[in-house]
C-alpha cells in the first residue's frame, strides 16, 4: 500500500490556487508572463518554496521576482482563505533554473546524435 505524505497532496492545491490568483487576480503586469512549475513543501506545511519560469516576452527575471515579492503577502492571505487549513505556509519564490538544465541536456543530446550521425 502507498503512503502519502500530506504535503504531496497540499503541494498541487497550492500551486492550483496561486496559478488562479497570479492570472485573475493580481494585477501586476510584470507577472502576466509568470508561470509556476512546482511546488514544494515541507512535512510541517509551513514553508511553500514556489518555482516559477517566465514565458517568451514576458519581463526579466529580477521584475518578476520583485512583483513576486511584493504580491506575496496578498497570495498568502487569499491562500489561506481558500486551503481553510490550521497555518498557511509562507511563500518563497523562486526562479525555475530546472527547465534551462533540461534544454541544455537536449541540446547536447542531439548534438551529439548529430556528430554520430557523420560518422
Do not use: Y
Not at 44 to 72: M, N, Q, T, W, Y
Amino acid at each position: 500500500m502507498k503512503t502519502f505524505r500530506r504535503a504531496d497532496r497540499v503541494a498541487p492545491l497550492i500551486k492550483q490556487i496561486l496559478a488562479e490568483l497570479l492570472a485573475r487576480r493580481v494585477k501586476d503586469p510584470r507577472l502576466a508572463a509568470v508561470v509556476l512549475t512546482r511546488v514544494d513543501i515541507g512535512d510541517d506545511l509551513r514553508l511553500a518554496k514556489v518555482g516559477f519560469r517566465i514565458v517568451a516576452g514576458g519581463c526579466g527575471r529580477e521584475a518578476a521576482e520583485l512583483a513576486l515579492e511584493s504580491a506575496r503577502g496578498f497570495l498568502r492571505k487569499e491562500l489561506g482563505d481558500q486551503l481553510k487549513m490550521k497555518f498557511t505556509p509562507e511563500l518563497r519564490f523562486r526562479f525555475d533554473e530546472s527547465v534551462d538544465h533540461v534544454e541544455s541536456v537536449e541540446r547536447i543530446l542531439k548534438e551529439l546524435d548529430l556528430d554520430r550521425r557523420k560518422e
